[in-house]
């Protein structure tokens, strides 16, 4: 990564971002740590070499970084290159087909460190069927959803470009250096992070700089914060209206929130969303909502908020998180006795909103209680961030759509997934923490080869306890919306 002429822009400067180091504080602060996981299920046997090939690939990627605290008071952490990393854990031991989401789980506990390293993991096994599976994992501090893809992208070009060399000679001079990337597609030019000790802008000077522009940062915030005045409330159920829990005997004991994965037909995901004036995110948005209303975690009658990240990553964008989000109202419906089901009718009023909320994002018209005090937040001691963090709470509703997979994402080993499983994995949670924070569920749908992935995570200790909870829930919604289901 290149340095810039100022170092009020992270992505230029080397500097985290806002949202690298909040869940940098997440893990340091709250020891919780977030990681995203993405697990392929293969038709083609364990190619324990290529899977070798394609580790060389992401240890020569953007993923091989690691934070260096500031030198000054105020000052941001910085990204230099690490030399860290796991080496890949191919296991010989077949995984039953049936308990691939139990090894998925297990791959999803590596143990990563943003601060030291390693940040990331890979992991493949042979199935009882003759297929294989593979799991990535990398730390949120590293790599948000367009980070995850697009280092495993040029991984896998660069797995590509080795065997080809393998296949006519040994490489010519002048491949690219070491921490080289493009995040998604062909790179304008090749760019790098900078090296322990190399200096670009990493030396006292430079945190001195960063730390003063910091706090005409912060400052300029508290007066744009003032000016904006109050921002409009979202009128709907959220996490923050749910009363707090008391203390349990069982508060400091590990939880385990269930998760559950169905595949679906794509091409009718697409017809069932466009019938209804809606589009596939749309109807993510709605089946969601429904989800949570077939399981009692929501009232229906009411409307529901509901949180949907959105991507501000540009070309050649080697910011670590370059995600933001909206949060809209959708309006719920009870159908006629004797059915009485909660329902999301009005598919245009989803779509609408969302729209909306996503224009005034990326124009910067949108009211932000939260974006004008970044920068301060991001310089508040960690003692401060821990008492902040107490009463946070998880969003009712998160709907992730993730989108068109890319063929070379979806089919990382040279043969296309059967199924193709993405989504965030949060270590070390207690069961007084997921309590306290109060959420719904949380979801990640993906589509690759007319297979459309939907995973569910039941965060509500009540209403969606356990996984048959969510998979009832789920056939549910989507029987009234004529998509099959097959779950994993």
Not at 29 to 43: D, E, S
Not at 47 to 74: F, Y
């Amino acid at each position: 990564m290149t340095s810039p002429a100022t170092t009020t822009d992270p992505a230029a400067s080397n500097r985290l971002t806002y949202d690298d180091d909040l869940f940098l504080r997440t893990r340091r602060v709250l020891g919780v740590a977030v990681v995203n996981q993405t697990v392929w299920r293969l038709p083609a046997p364990l190619d324990a070499a290529a899977v070798r090939v394609l580790h060389g690939g992401l240890a020569d990627g953007p993923l091989q970084r690691v934070v260096r605290p500031g030198r000054v008071p105020g000052a941001r952490a910085r990204w230099s290159v690490s030399t860290v990393s796991l080496d890949p854990m191919i296991e010989s031991t077949p995984v039953p087909d049936d308990a691939v989401l139990t090894w998925a789980d297990r791959q999803a506990q590596a143990n990563l460190d943003p601060e030291h390293g390693p940040t990331w993991a890979l992991a493949a096994a042979p199935t009882a069927s003759g297929g294989s599976v593979l799991s990535y994992v990398t730390s949120h501090v590293v790599a948000d959803g367009g980070m995850h893809i697009g280092a495993f992208q040029a991984a896998v070009a660069a797995a590509t470009v080795a065997a080809g060399q393998a296949a006519i000679g040994p490489a010519t001079p002048g491949a690219a250096p070491a921490g080289a990337t493009r995040t998604a597609g062909p790179p304008s030019a090749t760019r790098r992070l900078p090296k322990e000790g190399e200096r670009i802008r990493t030396g006292l000077v430079a945190d001195l700089r960063d730390a003063t522009g910091q706090a005409r940062a912060a400052v300029g915030g508290l007066r744009q914060a003032a000016r904006q005045g109050p921002v409009p409330p979202v009128l709907a159920q959220q996490s923050a209206d749910r009363p707090r829990p008391r203390p349990r005997a069982d508060d400091a004991q590990p939880a385990n929130p269930p998760v559950v994965v169905v595949d679906t037909d794509a091409s009718t995901w697409h017809r069932t969303a466009h019938a209804a004036g809606g589009t596939a995110n749309s109807l993510l948005i709605a089946v969601c909502t429904e989800i949570l209303l077939a399981a009692g975690a929501a009232t229906a009658g009411m409307p529901v908020r509901v949180s949907v990240p959105v991507s501000l990553r540009g070309k050649d964008d080697l910011r670590s998180n370059a995600t933001s989000g909206v949060s809209i109202a959708v309006d719920t419906t009870v159908t006629p006795a004797p059915e009485r089901a909660g329902v999301v009718t009005d598919m245009a009023q989803i779509r609408a909103s969302a729209a909306a909320e996503f224009r005034a994002l990326t124009s910067g018209t949108r009211v932000d209680t939260l974006g004008p005090l970044k920068p301060l937040m991001q310089m508040v001691p960690d003692a401060i961030a821990r008492r902040a963090a107490r009463d946070a709470t998880a969003p009712l509703c998160l709907a992730s759509n993730l989108g068109r997979l890319p063929a070379t994402f979806a089919a990382p080993l040279g043969t296309s997934a059967s199924s193709v499983l993405m989504r965030g994995v949060t270590q070390g949670l207690t069961r007084g923490r997921l309590r306290q924070m109060r959420g719904g569920l949380d979801s990640w749908w993906s589509e690759h080869d007319g297979v459309a992935t939907l995973v569910v995570l039941g965060l509500d200790d009540t209403h969606l306890a356990e996984p048959a909870h969510i998979r009832a829930a789920i056939e549910s919604v989507y029987a009234r919306h004529g998509l099959p289901v097959r779950f994993w």
